[in-house]
């Protein structure tokens, strides 16, 4: 690697930090003091003093197999149930690793609990359903920066502290031109004429913003084709998201929400579909 960053690399790492939503006051302040010491300093030295002031979570040396809990690597089986069961048995416990062993498993929504480390080993991968109504009922999130009740996002945590999603292994939202990426309404995304999209829903949510509707009464989901993020801490601290692939989004990535002390590393982001940014921090609240 070289010793310059690329963009992509800094935006995975950095960027987020800078914005404040994924770092203290005190990892800012120390930042600006590495910058205000040496003016000429690149940004990307300047990103690696944010990054090196961020502390990751730490877990217990607990380890929950999803295998033990009814999972099975076979792609086919539902697998749902058994990550939640080993997601709370874990939380339970007071921490540690759900470890998922080489396989590919199929399942719905995994929803993170605190001091929670879902750690995807090498040669596994989480193949999430195309089934929208999966990721039913609707939960507290956003889309596109605003507030609402909406799909589930595939990897989701709410007020959460000390989370993480690591290891080698790949996280698949099996989105493709026949699943979540038409609802964008471009035809290059395997959308026709004649079929549903995000139009109507989308402007529906600015207006309803816009007016100060509650937040109570945003409830999107089924038939609204607002496609969910794929990995979202909201409202969370001290998080770390590293070393997983990420591919075939129905949407944004990796976005943290009002979350602090958040840090991306060495992940690795392979889809081409709507909206597939890698990385959206979001700290400013909305109406």
Known sequence: M??????????????AATTGALV??????????????????????QA?????????????????????????????TDCTLAFAKAVRACAKAGGGHVVVPAGRYLTGP???????????????????SQDPNAYLPAVFTRWEGTELHNYSPLIYAFGQRNIAVTGTGTLDGQADNAHWWPWKGNPAYGWQPGDPHQAAARTRLQTMAEQGVP????????GDYL???????????DVLIEGVTIIN???WEIHPVLSRNVLVRNA????????????????????
Do not use: K
């Open 2 to 15: 070289s010793a310059r960053w690329s963009r992509r690399a800094f935006l995975g790492r950095a960027a």
């Open 24 to 45: 203290g006051s005190a990892a800012l302040g120390q930042a600006s003091a590495f910058a205000g010491q040496s003016p000429a300093l690149s940004p990307w030295d």
């Open 48 to 76: 690696d003093a944010i990054a090196n002031a961020v502390c990751p979570p730490r877990f217990p040396r607990r380890h929950f197999p999803v295998t033990r809990f009814g999972a099975v690597g076979d792609g086919i």
């Open 110 to 128: 995994i929803h993170l609990r605190s001091n929670v480390d879902l750690h995807v080993t090498e040669n596994a991968t989480i193949a999430f």
């Open 215 to 222: 937040v109570e009464q945003r409830v999107f989901g089924n």
């Open 227 to 237: 496609r969910p993020s794929f990995v979202q801490p909201y409202r969370c601290r």
């Open 249 to 251: 989004s129905p949407m």
């Open 268 to 287: 690795t982001v392979v889809t081409h579909g709507p909206n597939n940014d890698g990385c959206n921090p979001s700290r400013a609240r909305t109406s």
